[in-house]
């Protein structure tokens, strides 16, 4: 193998590889031995560093390559490891270096034990499996619950169970968390699950990982035979990997502890699902009392204005490393903080930008929820306006409000239509027994279902409230998409239902509202409600489809958290409003002392705004869902701080204190601030004591600001 020095190495990297390597970023690829820790902030070149590092082991130390184990979190990210280091490398290094995640190390370890002690495992999840997975805990769920589960609810319940295994969570322990548990009986339908699978050596996706936990933490054998194969382990985007995969990493990297852990603690997202970024943040503790810990610290990515905003953002949270993100990138454009009426004028204003847009391919549209894409997708394809979108909403379109939405559609469209009734008869205060379904079923109906009920003796007295019915469902038949939902909630009792049952079963009602709120906008475009099922069904399609498009000039759609990794020259950020970005729950704790779930919301945002190179929109509703909503506090603090020079030099002007009688409010054109009696406004003008302030539906008002403050009626959005 090709054997070349330090210098020659580095001039390999700049004039072959067209990396010019920093010395931040000399220091990582340099140091080999014993454990280190690499802090690296966004668009910093953390991965071009560490597979530098890794051919320097190969090139400059003639480390085997088949003895270097690259581990990162996801499969995407292994196979860009892969294929990056082989096209900088691969003319000079012919073997291959073992990139993987800790799921396939997880699977390789679990084979080798099954050679080795004659133990078969049969993955759940795999093509060979003898059961379904989805369909066993759907079986159980029903066992326990005596109803059927939905496919977002049986997300939620897969997930959870993922996330206790994660967490390392045992099932004796596991009733701590029953505050978290998604479903009732959750105890009886996990350990259920949990039974089956023993008795049949069934392991799920993150049985994986406890399996191969429990085999090197139990079988010195094995775990001696990994510790030898490997001299070196590398993992990337370690502030994403869960408890108990730190822990696989923990028993194998022993006792030669070289190790190498890459990521940011201030790109930490991913809790929810077991991430520990402790093991990063505390990595002497967590790892080595000797290891080094090294910072890259500088963003070539983004302009100055969105690494300076950023790095000031970021300094809100305090369980983090002390670091300056910096960039010698050039000042760019200003951040936009964009204001709009609702929901409505927000994609009227993305379609309007796009439009614009010669090189889409570069620009993305960032979203909290993947649901906010549906009415995004609904408009993009009627305007022509191609689109790459990175989630599906599989929950969206299988969920249970819509398919009773349509169901009574598809009634009062069809009043003969028995399977429609049967569906949502019980759930509009019907008072139709279930029994009595069979009047029906073994008549052949020639009028509609009420006419044939009422004519029946079991309901001679409630025909007058069945005739009711249906004058109710041939006037829903009549009416547009908002209006036909409005009725169908509180003239068919539907809301009634909806509350009852999110109760019963652990839905989020506030999420129940956003989905409704958006099929009411998907249905505002559409002439005719009687084939919404048809044209829902074709906007699922042009969804999937988008995500096998793969590069081509279309404007990426993507979460926040799948946006981490990615990076466009304009990036949109819509929905940023209180209860969605910080979330309800987030603030609520935040409110009793408890900073955790906000400082990580905190950081979505700060991976979200670090995706942009050169334009960075942060956009917000005034209104959604008809109802006035409150702008994120985070767009008022990131407003401040791209303002601070202009509202510190306009403060002893603008600044009213009444002996500190109420709020000092540092004024500028373009502030938001909440009034008590006319909701989130924007200064437009500042005239001595005068405020020209505007407010939604077109309202604009002249307030004395004196006179506000003295009354406690207004308060700067996001001031403390």
């Known amino acids: 193998m090709l054997k070349i020095n330090k210098s020659d190495f580095l001039s390999y990297l700049?004039?072959?590889?067209?990396?010019?390597?920093?010395?931040?970023?000399?220091?990582?690829?340099?140091?080999?031995?014993?454990?280190?820790?690499?802090?690296?902030?966004?668009?910093?070149?953390?991965?071009?560093?560490?597979?530098?590092?890794?051919?320097?082991?190969?090139?400059n130390h003639n480390v085997n390559p088949k003895r270097i184990l690259g581990v990162s979190f996801s499969k995407a990210s292994a196979m860009d490891m892969r294929n990056r280091f082989k096209n900088f490398f691969g003319t000079i290094i012919k073997d291959t270096v073992p990139f993987s995640t800790i799921h396939s190390f997880a699977y390789y370890v679990i084979n080798n034990y099954s050679f080795r002690r004659n133990a078969k495992y049969t993955i759940i999840e795999s093509k060979n499996s003898p059961v379904n997975r989805v369909v066993l805990l759907k079986n159980i769920y029903t066992k326990y619950n005596n109803d059927f589960i939905n496919d977002d609810k049986l997300e939620e319940l897969s997930s959870f169970i993922g996330y206790l295994k994660n967490i390392m969570v045992s099932f004796e322990n596991t009733e701590i968390y029953k505050e978290a548990f998604p479903v009732p009986n959750f105890m009886s339908i996990y350990k259920e699950y949990e039974l089956y699978k023993k008795k049949n050596n069934l392991l799920d996706y993150d049985d994986m990982l406890v399996k191969c936990y429990k085999i090197l933490n139990e079988d010195s054998e094995i775990l001696n035979f990994y510790r030898n194969l490997y001299d070196y382990i590398e993992v990337d985007e370690c502030q994403d990997t869960s408890k108990i995969q730190q822990e696989i990493i923990k028993l194998i990297v022993k006792p030669k502890f070289n190790l190498c852990i890459v990521g940011d603690d201030d790109q930490s997202i991913y809790s929810?699902?077991?991430?520990?970024?402790?093991?990063?943040?505390?990595?002497?503790?967590?790892?080595?009392?000797?290891?080094?810990?090294?910072?890259?610290?500088?963003?070539?990515?983004?302009?100055?204005?969105?690494?300076?905003t950023a790095n000031e953002f970021i300094k809100m949270n305090k369980k983090r490393y002390n670091k300056e993100l910096f960039t010698e990138n050039e000042n760019g454009n200003e951040i936009n903080f964009i204001n709009v009426e609702n929901e409505y004028a927000q994609i009227d204003f993305l379609v309007k930008k796009l439009k614009e847009d010669e090189n889409l391919k570069e620009t993305a549209i960032l979203f909290r929820n993947n649901i906010s894409s549906i009415p995004l997708v609904d408009r993009l394809v009627k305007e022509n306006i191609p689109f790459y979108i990175k989630d599906s909403v599989p929950s969206f379109f299988n969920s249970w409000v819509i398919k009773d939405i349509l169901s009574f559609l598809q009634l009062s469209f069809d009043l003969t239509d028995i399977d429609a009734f049967e569906r949502i008869y019980y759930k509009m205060k019907s008072y139709v027994k279930k029994d009595d379904l069979n009047i029906l079923y073994n008549r052949k109906i020639k009028e509609s279902i009420f006419k044939t009920?009422?004519?029946?003796?079991?309901?001679?007295?409630?025909?007058?409230?069945?005739?009711?019915?249906?004058?109710?469902?041939?006037?829903?038949?009549s009416l547009s998409g908002d209006e036909a939902i409005n009725f169908i909630r509180y003239e068919l009792n539907y809301e009634e239902y909806m509350m009852d049952y999110c109760e019963k079963f652990k839905y989020n009602m506030d999420n129940?509202?956003?989905?409704l709120g958006i099929l009411t906008m998907v249905l505002s475009s559409y002439t005719s409600l009687q084939d919404v099922?048809?044209?829902?069904?074709?906007?699922?399609?042009?969804?999937?489809?988008?995500?096998?498009?793969?590069?081509?000039?279309?404007?990426?759609?993507?979460?926040?958290?799948?946006?981490?990794?990615l990076e466009f020259d304009t990036v949109y950020i819509i929905d940023l409003i209180e209860d969605i970005l910080p979330s309800p729950d987030s603030i609520e704790k935040s409110n009793k002392g408890d900073k955790t779930c906000l400082e990580e919301e905190t950081r979505l945002m700060y991976v979200a705004i670090t995706r942009g190179r050169k334009n960075l929109y942060l956009i917000n509703p005034l209104k959604k869902n008809n109802k006035k909503c409150t702008p994120s506090q985070f767009v008022q603090k990131l407003y401040n701080i791209v303002n601070k020079d202009k509202l510190s030099s306009n403060l002893s002007n603008n600044l009213i204190n009444d002996n500190n009688s109420f709020h000092k409010i540092p004024l500028e054109e373009g502030t938001l601030i909440q009034h008590k009696s006319?909701?989130?406004?924007?200064?437009?003008?500042?005239?001595?004591?005068?405020?020209?302030?505007?407010?939604?539906?077109?309202?604009?008002?002249?307030?004395?600001?004196?006179?506000?403050c003295s009354k406690n009626l207004i308060n700067a959005f996001g001031g403390e």
């Open 14 to 59: 700049k004039y072959n590889c067209n990396i010019n390597l920093t010395k931040e970023q000399e220091e990582v690829v340099f140091n080999i031995s014993g454990p280190m820790a690499v802090v690296a902030v966004p668009g910093a070149g953390k991965t071009a560093t560490l597979i530098s590092r890794t051919a320097n082991l190969i090139l």
């Open 512 to 515: 129940i509202q956003t989905i």
């Open 272 to 308: 929810w699902r077991g991430a520990f970024s402790q093991g990063l943040l505390n990595f002497k503790r967590e790892y080595h009392k000797d290891g080094k810990i090294f910072f890259m610290q500088q963003n070539f990515r983004s302009s100055k204005q969105i690494v300076s």
């Open 453 to 477: 009920l009422s004519s029946n003796e079991n309901y001679f007295s409630s025909s007058y409230r069945l005739k009711s019915f249906e004058e109710k469902f041939l006037k829903l038949s």
């Open 678 to 708: 006319f909701g989130i406004g924007k200064i437009l003008t500042i005239n001595e004591d005068i405020l020209t302030i505007s407010f939604g539906n077109g309202l604009i008002k002249n307030l004395s600001y004196t006179l506000c």
């Open 533 to 565: 099922e048809n044209k829902l069904n074709i906007l699922k399609e042009e969804m999937e489809m988008s995500k096998s498009k793969g590069k081509f000039n279309g404007v990426t759609l993507s979460t926040m958290h799948s946006s981490k990794g």
